[in-house]
């Protein structure tokens, strides 16, 4: 089945301590990114990588980290946690370069910062 | 002023209704136009996909363009409890990253 798996799907933390949200697809995807989704704010998108060791940031990059040393995983890393990063997550892929496809999103992390 | 804008809601209509969801845009340049349906707890998922103006039926579901007036709409005929979700838009022009959701309007359908 395609899918994007992300994980932990729920996590609280407390501020400053690193953490690190998974983020892995099956449809051997050019492109991945990461969004945050804050009510009444929508989807806002944190990085991007169109392909293997290319990444860049999106709108809302400050206080985030992102590789891509495989083709399938994108793992989001939070080097020091705030509470103003309380949000929910989403990984999403597409197929080729063009945002012209479909993108797949993840089920999400709820992620709380104390 | 954002580049994609959306009504938020909530929207609440009876089961049967007809049901109109909207966004305007600024950005002419957008050519691709997208509704992404989001169940709670859930990631987005594609709704319907529309390359410039004009209108798309899928079932009960038709997308409509307007680049002259940069306003795209979603509607929903005989609308279900199965409808109630979060109703995103988004739009591109074709570029490597250029998407742009709109805030998603939540909509619940009741028995």
């Known amino acids: 089945e395609a899918q994007v798996t992300q994980n932990p799907r729920y996590l609280i933390t407390v501020t400053g301590k690193k953490l690190t949200v998974t983020c892995s697809q099956n449809?051997?995807?050019?492109?991945m990114s990461w969004y945050r989704q804050d009510p009444g704010l929508g989807l806002r998108q944190i990085y991007y990588s169109m392909n293997v060791e290319v990444t860049d940031k999106g709108d809302v990059p400050e206080g985030y980290k992102v590789s891509r040393k495989e083709k399938r995983n994108f793992p989001l890393i939070l080097e020091s946690p705030s509470p103003n990063q309380t949000s929910l997550y989403f990984c999403?892929?597409?197929?080729?370069?063009?945002?012209?496809?479909?993108?797949?999103f993840g089920e999400g992390s709820r992620l709380t910062v104390l | 002023q954002k580049e994609v804008e959306q009504d938020p809601g909530p929207l609440s209509v009876p089961e049967g209704a007809i049901v109109s969801l909207n966004c305007t845009y600024s950005?002419?340049?957008?050519?691709?136009f997208m509704w992404y349906r989001q169940y709670s707890r859930k990631g987005p998922e594609l709704l319907m996909y529309?390359?410039?103006?004009g209108n798309k039926e899928d079932g009960r579901f038709t997308a409509q363009v307007d680049k002259s007036s940069k306003y795209i709409s979603l509607f929903i005929r005989d609308s279900q409890p199965s409808d109630s979700a979060t109703y995103l838009c988004a739009m591109s022009a074709g570029n490597n990253n250029d998407m742009r959701f709109g805030a998603g309007t939540r909509l619940t359908v009741k028995p």
């Open positions: 449809m051997n995807h050019e492109y």
């Open positions: 999403a892929s597409r197929r080729g370069r063009g945002a012209t496809g479909e993108l797949f």
């Open positions: 950005n002419s340049a957008f050519q691709y």
């Open positions: 529309t390359y410039s103006s």
